[in-house]
Nanobody, 123 residues
């Protein structure tokens, strides 16, 4: 059974940084694309970043480009999201997800999801 567990969320001041982790288990994720999405109440889940299994296959939402960095450690079955220069509008619940095919920026193309971790950016 596939499990994805996010961690690393919390409360941070504007301009601060957080590093989210997503630990995956249940199958070999070596050829999966791993994505990060975020959601605030009453809104759809929003694409943040994704990383494919081919080196250099990276995707970012325009709103986070230059501030967030997605990476993966396949030996640990873990994907990371380094978030720098955080803004109040980054406040959301962040989810990781995995797919083996499809558009990496669309939520419906992902097979499995974690439960999410809350990120709050506030002074």
């Amino acid at each position: 059974q596939v499990h994805l567990v996010e961690s690393g969320g919390g409360l941070v001041q504007p301009g601060g940084s957080l590093r989210l982790s997503c630990a995956a288990s249940g199958r070999d994720f070596g050829t999966d694309t791993m994505g990060w999405f975020r959601q605030v109440p009453d809104n759809d889940r929003e694409f943040v970043a994704a990383i494919g299994w081919v080196i250099g296959d990276l995707h970012y939402a325009d709103s986070v480009k230059g501030r967030f960095t997605v990476s993966r450690d396949d030996a640990k079955n873990t994907v990371y999201l380094q978030m720098n220069r955080l803004r109040p509008e980054d406040t959301a619940r962040y989810y990781c997800a995995t797919q083996r095919a499809g558009n990496p920026t669309t939520a419906f193309s992902y097979e499995y999801w974690g439960q999410g971790t809350q990120v709050t950016v506030s002074a």
